[in-house]
């Protein structure tokens, strides 16, 4: 990938907000009914060139086209609820935690570092009370949030500040995000038969995969690593 350009940077933050509310965020119909009307998953605004990114827009808009009654989504969010949060433990959690910790203990060293990162960026981000702030939702987030100021600081023409925030969102997605990103990817395959959160899966790893390549970071699938 060729060094980005500020218009770059600024599809993958919304691509990034994008799949981080689909993953965080309840589904409502309110929410799926503007996917199906306007036509927002006919291309991805961040790596579109990526199969993942493919596959899981085409999933998503299967399922929407084929579940067009508010029982259906009401389904839905019965799914998100299991497979993502949990009724108990889910079926394929969010946690950073659940996959780094020896006994997937949440609030624990992960947590107090990624706290210490939004403080060090002036980040702040809204999260539920009492809510683990090592959520993918939450991580993608601040991710975005440091492709805005990147951004900013382009568009102001002050290249070490871009650099500094461009570093900044390699270091989070290096410690916080890939380690552990495919081991969820397979969890949500493994766990669920639902278009939809299949196609969210493929989609959210496709665009993540996609952006680390700007860092020099690719996906080796044989051994299921970003390096």
């Excluded at 199906?36 to 299967?62: I, Q, T, W």
């Excluded at 980040?123 to 009370?129: D, P, R, V």
């Excluded at 900013?152 to 380690?179: D, I």
Aim: net charge negative; glycine share 4%; with cysteine.
């Amino acid at each position: 990938m060729e060094k980005p350009t500020a218009e770059d940077i600024l599809a993958a933050q919304v691509s990034f907000e994008f799949v981080a509310a689909l993953v965080h965020d309840e589904p409502t119909t309110d929410m799926l009914n503007t996917l199906r009307e306007e036509s927002a998953l006919d291309e991805a605004p961040f790596g579109n060139e990526n199969e993942n990114v493919k596959r899981g827009l085409a999933l998503m808009r299967g399922w929407l086209a084929t579940n067009i009654e508010e029982a259906a989504d009401h389904e839905l969010a019965g799914e998100w609820l299991d497979l993502l949060i949990g009724r108990g433990e889910p079926k394929a959690p969010c946690w950073e935690s659940y996959y780094t910790e020896p006994d997937r203990r949440l609030y624990s060293q992960n947590s107090i570092d990624i706290k210490k990162a939004f403080r060090e960026h002036g980040a702040q981000l809204q999260t539920s009370e009492n809510e683990p702030v090592d959520h993918l939702g939450i991580l993608l987030r601040f991710v975005a949030f440091l492709m805005a100021q990147e951004i900013n600081a382009l568009n102001t023409e002050n290249h070490e500040q871009a650099e500094w925030y461009a570093k900044s969102q390699k270091e989070f997605l290096s410690t916080h995000v890939l380690p552990w990103l495919s081991s969820w990817f397979t969890n949500v395959q493994r766990s669920t038969k639902n278009d939809f959160y299949l196609g969210v899966s493929y989609l959210l790893f496709g665009i993540v995969q996609s952006y680390v390549e700007r860092f020099g970071i690719y996906y080796y699938s044989t051994r299921d690593v970003f390096e």
